[in-house]
């Protein structure tokens, strides 16, 4: 068998130095200093079935609890497309159009 010689990965952050590694105020440094926003933020109110536990939006985008709230945008999406957010939260409005004319008995078209 083929030994393998292994260590440990550290990265360096400047910024962070003066702390302890893997301290609270550690990753507190790291929190101000690395932690990035992104583009296209999504997945957070899951959709699916109202019985999951899991899932705080139903598949008519009702908000589980919260009688005449929906919710209609990328945040439902229970699973992240790996392009851009934008034509499927397209998609998503257009379809709860459909789902809202449909409830208050709207023609569809």
Same mark, same amino acid.
């Given at each position: ?5 292994? %260590?440990? *990965?550290?990265?360096?952050? $400047? ?10 105020? *550690? *990753? ?9 926003? *992104? %583009? ?9 079935? $109202? ?7 139903? $598949? ?5 609890? =919260? ?7 990328? /945040? ?5 497309? /790996?392009? /851009? &957010?934008?034509?499927?939260? =397209? ?5 709860? %159009?459909? =789902?809202?004319?449909?409830? =208050?008995?709207? $023609? &569809?078209?």
């Amino acid at each position: 068998m083929e030994q393998v010689e292994l %260590s440990q *990965f550290k990265t360096v952050y $400047p910024n962070c130095a003066a702390n302890t590694m893997n301290t609270d105020k *550690f *990753f507190e440094c790291l929190t101000r200093n690395v932690v990035l926003t *992104f %583009s296209h933020h999504a997945g957070t109110c899951k959709m699916g079935d $109202p019985k999951d536990h899991t899932t705080d939006v139903d $598949p008519h985008l009702r908000v589980k609890g =919260i009688e005449g709230l929906r919710i209609v945008d990328a /945040s439902v999406m229970p699973i992240v497309t /790996s392009g /851009s &957010t934008n034509a499927p939260t =397209i998609m998503i409005a257009e379809k709860a %159009s459909d =789902i809202i004319k449909q409830t =208050i008995r709207c $023609p &569809t078209g």
